[in-house]
Nanobody, 129 residues
Framework: QRQLVESGGGLVQAGDSMRLSCVTS????????MGWFRQAPGKEREFVAA????????EYGDSVKGRFTISRDNNKNTVYLQMNNLKPEDTAVYYC??????????????????????WGQGTQVTVAS
């Protein structure tokens, strides 16, 4: 049974930092591109970041570039999202997701919801102004 479990969310003040973690089980972690998405109330789910299996390639959504950093530890089957200089507009439920790598060559990291096969339950991040 494949499981992705996020943690680390909570309430912070604008300008603060926070690190989210997503521990996976039941899947071959190094064989997956890992991503983070978020969904604010009344809005569609938004791509935040993605990381290649060897951490060599990373992609970020425009709204978080320069403030958020995605990383992974293949020995711990865990992906992280370090969020710095948080803003009230970062308030959302944050989800981690896994994309099985099915091709020998990956030319770009997936940024669309439907490209990810497995999802966590989400963790709430609230940034107060």
């Amino acid at each position: 049974q494949r499981q992705l479990v996020e943690s680390g969310g909570g309430l912070v003040q604008a300008g603060d930092s926070m690190r989210l973690s997503c521990v996976t089980s039941g899947l071959i972690f190094p064989s997956h591109i890992m991503g983070w998405f978020r969904q604010a109330p009344g809005k569609e789910r938004e791509f935040v970041a993605a990381i290649m299996r060897n951490s060599g390639t990373k992609e970020y959504g425009d709204s978080v570039k320069g403030r958020f950093t995605i990383s992974r530890d293949n020995n711990k089957n865990t992906v992280y999202l370090q969020m710095n200089n948080l803003k009230p507009e970062d308030t959302a439920v944050y989800y981690c997701a896994a994309h099985p790598i099915r091709t020998v060559i990956v030319t770009s990291l997936p940024k669309l919801e439907h490209e990810y096969s497995y999802w966590g339950q989400g963790t709430q991040v609230t940034v107060a102004s």
